[in-house]
């Protein structure tokens, strides 16, 4: 597939009825694959941004609830992403070097199959979908998948006490993951 057709199919996601997003956003996200999530980010820098927007304002629970396999596809897009561009953010790659000793972070949405996780370390940042094994879990957030998805994009304010926002781990995490998670939300709006 051209990227400009890809582009516009993406484009068109803010329009599109939540039947319809159920069943084009599987194919979307395996032809952003195919295409190349790097080079799509380049061709629209606020993609993922965009995605999530959709799911946000169709019930992402329900959707991810209802097309099986799309979560983990989203997840994968979403951590490679977030991966290919974390180098060449200022503020993201000082947060990560400032993390002396790797983090693993676990993901884990209450009300749906969203789970997924990212683990810094050595200056650099992967994730992915799945959970990473308890035994390796340094810390890990946990509610509705609307809010999970607003602490991704940097719309719910860290530290502030939001019961919908369940943590564990170490408290001591939470200020190491501050500056990345600001870094992340910066790059899935495209910044």
Do not use: C
Not at 46 to 61: M, N, R
Not at 93 to 100: D, I, M, P, Q
Not at 114 to 132: A, D, E, P
Not at 134 to 160: Q, V
């Amino acid at each position: 597939m051209s990227g400009d057709l890809l582009k516009k199919k993406v484009e068109d996601m803010p329009g599109m009825p939540a039947d319809e997003l159920k069943d084009v956003l599987p194919r979307i996200l395996d032809e952003i694959g195919s295409f190349g999530t790097g080079k799509m980010l380049e061709e629209i820098p606020d993609l993922l941004s965009k995605i999530i927007g959709k799911l946000v304002a169709v019930d992402a629970a329900k959707l991810l609830g209802e097309v099986p396999g799309v979560s983990d596809k989203f997840m994968d897009l979403l951590w490679e992403g977030v991966g290919t561009r974390a180098p060449k953010s200022e503020e993201l790659r000082s947060a990560l070097e400032r993390t002396s000793r790797g983090i693993h972070v676990n993901l884990e949405a209450s009300d749906s199959p969203l789970r997924g996780h990212f683990t810094v370390s050595q200056g650099k940042l992967s994730g992915g979908s799945g959970l990473l094994h308890f035994k390796e879990e340094d810390y890990k957030y946990m509610g509705p998948t609307e809010i999970l998805l607003k602490l991704l994009t940097g719309e719910l304010a860290l530290g502030s006490s939001n019961l919908r926002l369940q943590t564990a781990g170490h408290s001591g995490w939470a200020s190491l993951l501050a500056p990345i998670l600001r870094g992340i939300s910066k790059i899935i709006k495209g910044k």
